[in-house]
């Protein structure tokens, strides 16, 4: 199964309906790597579905990260939450000044959640490992502009 079938899946096992809406919302989250916030998959789809509504999308992902399909993503900065179809154990690392969330693998994540499913018993859904600070981009910016 790839990603977009396993989010189907999952809304479907919580006995949502699978509306062409709720398919590109899933499908959007599958193929993004930007972790978008619930306003920007709303505003990507609404050209192609003018009647969906932004609670249609909060209401899609509160499901899927109810059963740990997808995870939420604290604010990068931005008072905003953003949401992260990669449940694998990752970095996020978040700039507080463009408010680009990127991931970094790290295989002393996989061993932490390891661990911590080890020493507590949880079945556990997901994680979430946040970094934040400047991007290099930024960084540039900030040396550039104090000149
Ligand atoms: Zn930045």
């Given at each position: 199964?790839?990603?977009?079938?396993?989010?189907?899946?999952a809304l479907?096992?919580?006995?949502?309906?699978?509306?062409?809406?709720?398919?590109?919302?899933?499908?959007?989250?599958?193929?993004?790597?930007?972790?978008?916030?619930?306003?920007?998959?709303?505003?990507?789809?609404?050209?192609?579905?003018?009647?969906?509504?932004?609670?249609?999308?909060?209401?899609?992902?509160?499901?899927?990260?109810?059963?740990?399909?997808?995870?939420?993503?604290?604010?990068a900065g931005?008072?905003?939450?953003?949401?992260?179809?990669?449940?694998?154990?990752?970095?996020?690392?978040?700039?507080?000044?463009?408010?680009?969330?990127?991931?970094?693998?790290?295989?002393?994540?996989?061993?932490?959640?390891?661990?911590?499913?080890?020493?507590?018993?949880?079945?556990?859904?997901?994680?979430?490992?946040?970094?934040?600070?400047?991007?290099?981009?930024?960084?540039?910016?900030?040396?550039?502009?104090?000149?």
């Amino acid at each position: 199964m790839n990603l977009y079938e396993t989010l189907l899946t999952a809304l479907k096992t919580q006995g949502k309906r699978i509306t062409p809406q709720r398919e590109a919302i899933c499908r959007l989250l599958a193929e993004s790597d930007e972790h978008p916030t619930a306003r920007q998959i709303y505003e990507t789809l609404k050209a192609q579905f003018p009647s969906m509504s932004l609670a249609t999308v909060y209401n899609t992902l509160d499901v899927l990260v109810s059963v740990g399909a997808i995870n939420r993503l604290g604010s990068a900065g931005d008072d905003t939450v953003h949401y992260d179809a990669d449940t694998n154990p990752h970095i996020n690392l978040a700039c507080i000044k463009c408010h680009r969330i990127i991931d970094l693998p790290s295989e002393h994540i996989q061993a932490l959640q390891e661990e911590v499913a080890r020493n507590s018993q949880y079945r556990i859904l997901g994680g979430r490992v946040l970094y934040y600070g400047l991007c290099p981009e930024c960084q540039r910016e900030a040396v550039e502009g104090g000149r």
